[in-house]
């Protein structure tokens, strides 16, 4: 069964320091992946995705992640953290359209930012 | 303008009261979906509706019951409500079913946070 592991429950970063949320997947096939983000008491909004092509997405607020098949991994990072990003971060993963189209999602990493 | 939305956000309710969560997305998905997240915040899917048919039902006791009168609703019914129904729903769609095709993104709502005493 698929599964997506994300490694650390909780990172903190200094404000202009670099962020890396590290994220795994398991699969025979791979996936379609996906990051997303959650602030405090709101919904999920997507950061970024990978389904085809360049194995390096670019997101919003600066964010990108790269899909590294060899690793099966899809890390993501952002080279300067701001205080705006502390939130829960998920990875996710989707084998595509169809009844297995839904998304797994990783457990989360909660990313604390420090002035 | 929210393009996905749920009512109530806040529910607290006694054991074995029966309630529901009301969703509406206003884009034209074709595909509605419930997510459940935990007190761990671990993210579940829970049932997924296309055109008004039901694609997906996980593992999900039969107490929950989703009802889709249209493509743009997906309502949520929860009967004999347990203690570890408290969780967050979350209200999503897409355009078609899943998220394997490229530009197809899940959008989801903001969650209803339902506390069962």
């Known amino acids: 069964a698929q599964s997506v592991t994300q490694l650390g429950s909780h990172v903190s970063v200094s404000e202009g320091a670099l962020v890396l949320l590290r994220c795994n997947y398991s699969?025979?096939?791979?996936?379609?992946l996906f990051w997303y983000v959650q602030y405090p008491n709101q919904g999920l909004q997507l950061l970024l995705k990978y389904t085809t092509g360049a194995t390096l997405v670019k997101g919003i607020n600066g964010f990108e992640a790269e899909f590294k098949k060899s690793e099966t991994s899809f890390h993501l990072t952002k080279p300067s953290a701001h205080m705006s990003d502390a939130a829960e971060y998920f990875c996710a993963a989707s084998k595509g359209g169809g009844s297995q189209g839904n998304l797994i999602f990783g457990k989360g990493t909660k990313l604390s930012v420090k002035p | 303008d929210t393009a996905v939305s749920q009512t109530p956000k806040y529910l607290v309710t006694q054991m074995g009261n029966d309630k529901s969560i009301k969703c509406e997305q206003n884009l034209g998905h074709d595909t509605m979906y419930w997510y459940k997240q935990d007190s761990k915040k671990f993210l579940k899917i829970m049932f997924s509706y296309n055109n008004k048919e039901l694609i997906i039902n996980e593992t999900v006791p039969n107490r929950f019951s989703p009802k889709s009168p249209d493509k743009a609703h997906l309502n949520l019914h929860i009967n004999s409500l347990e203690l570890g129904d408290s969780a967050v729903y979350f209200c999503a769609s897409s355009q078609v079913p899943g998220q394997g095709y490229s530009g197809n993104t899940i959008y989801f709502g903001e969650g209803s946070w339902l506390t069962v005493v």
């Open positions: 699969s025979s096939v791979p996936p379609y």
